[in-house]
């Protein structure tokens, strides 16, 4: 019986070509909904981080008299002040956006994403929360990033870095590298997460995290005392 020649045509060169294109158009089409929902949980990962530090200040303030981590001289870091007590883990300290990788040698090996906006007095007396004239203006802790062109983060939780600064500002607990950063950490770099004095946090542009939005003579969301300290 004679096979049916139908069954046994093959693709022709265009056929193939023709599948091939449709299905990197459809790639084309799914990649960029895959992106976009993988930077979405990451931003909520970031604000879920901030969120369980400001857990961890407040709970570390009840038991210190009102004074904010990281006002007290280095090297005791604000993260030493908060792990193992307050905060679970140093791996919260990471946001998801830094890709610096993770290391298993203990907490000085451990990135840290995030700094405080705490400078020490110069006679070492630790600053009560209670000196913030505008809490829930004032950025307590935001993402710590270098001045590179795409996102990228500086500091570690060594003895050597007691801290990590914000936008490169003086008013910050310093490490090093410093330099100011060029953009958010996502939403192609014109959003950044932050977590302010009263606690709470939420999502800014980075237009409004980085500029300081005070009057003359007021107090601003970097500088929460007049005179600083």
């Known amino acids: 019986m004679a096979r049916n020649s139908h069954f ?5 060169l265009i056929e193939l070509i023709v599948v091939l294109a449709i299905i990197a158009i459809l790639m084309s089409m799914v990649y960029p909904m895959y992106t976009n929902m993988s930077e979405r949980a990451k931003a909520t990962k970031d604000l879920s981080n901030l969120r369980q530090i400001g857990i961890a200040t407040q709970t570390y303030m009840n038991d210190s008299d ?29 946001s998801p956006f830094d890709k610096r990788p993770r290391s298993e040698a203990g907490n000085d090996a451990t990135p840290v994403s995030y700094g405080i906006n705490v400078k020490v007095y110069a006679n070492n007396v630790p600053i009560p929360a209670t000196r ?30 007691p801290g990590v600064n914000l936008l490169g500002l003086t008013n910050t607990v310093a490490s090093t590298p410093g330099g100011v950063a060029t953009g958010g950490t996502h939403n192609s770099r014109k959003r950044i997460n932050a977590l302010f004095a009263d606690l709470h946090s939420e999502t800014l542009t980075w237009t409004a995290f980085a500029g300081t939005g005070a009057n003359p003579g007021e107090p601003d969301q970097w500088t929460p005392y007049i005179p600083y300290p």
């Open 132 to 161: 913030i004239s505008k809490p829930t203006a004032f950025i307590l802790f935001a993402p710590a990033q270098d001045n590179s062109a795409t996102v990228a983060f500086q500091g570690t939780g060594t003895a050597a870095a």
């Open 66 to 94: 009102g004074v904010l981590p990281g006002s007290i001289t280095p090297p005791v870091t604000w993260m030493s002040q908060l792990t193992p007590k307050y905060f679970s883990g140093w791996r919260g300290f990471q």
């Open 8 to 12: 046994l045509r093959a693709f022709t």
